[in-house]
C-alpha cells in the first residue's frame, strides 16, 4: 500500500495559515475546508479531524482574491484624492 499524503492536525492548518484552530474548525465545519473524520460523533463526543495538504491548497485557491484593477500600480498611482485626510484642493487637514 502506498500511502504518500500526511494527515495534518488543526492546529497544525492553523499554524500554517497564521489563524486560530478555532477557525480552522469552523471553516471545516461550514463545508469550506475538507477533511478527515476520525471516530464518530456521538452524546459528548466530538469527531477528531484531519487534513490533507491537497484540501488546505484548495481552500487557499477559493479564498484567494484576485487584484483590483487600479490597485497599487494602477492608473491612479501617485495622484492625490480627496479624502478624510484632506482635500484634492492641497488644503492641510484641520
Known amino acids: 500500500m502506498d500511502i504518500k ?3 495534518l492536525s488543526a492546529g497544525e ?4 495559515l497564521r ?3 478555532s477557525y480552522v474548525y469552523k471553516v471545516a465545519r461550514a463545508g469550506g ?3 478527515v473524520a476520525l471516530g464518530q ?7 477528531a ?3 490533507s495538504a491537497e484540501a488546505v491548497a484548495i481552500f487557499l485557491k477559493t479564498r484567494t482574491v484576485p ?7 494602477g492608473s491612479n498611482c501617485g495622484q492625490r484624492t480627496a479624502g478624510r485626510r484632506g482635500s484634492s484642493s492641497g488644503q492641510p487637514p484641520r
Open 33 to 35: 475546508l475538507g477533511y
Open 49 to 51: 479531524m484531519r487534513f
Open 19 to 21: 489563524c486560530s484552530r
Open 67 to 73: 487584484p483590483r484593477s487600479g490597485a497599487i500600480g
Open 5 to 7: 499524503p500526511a494527515l
Open 13 to 16: 492548518v492553523a499554524r500554517l
Open 41 to 47: 460523533d456521538g452524546p459528548g463526543r466530538r469527531t
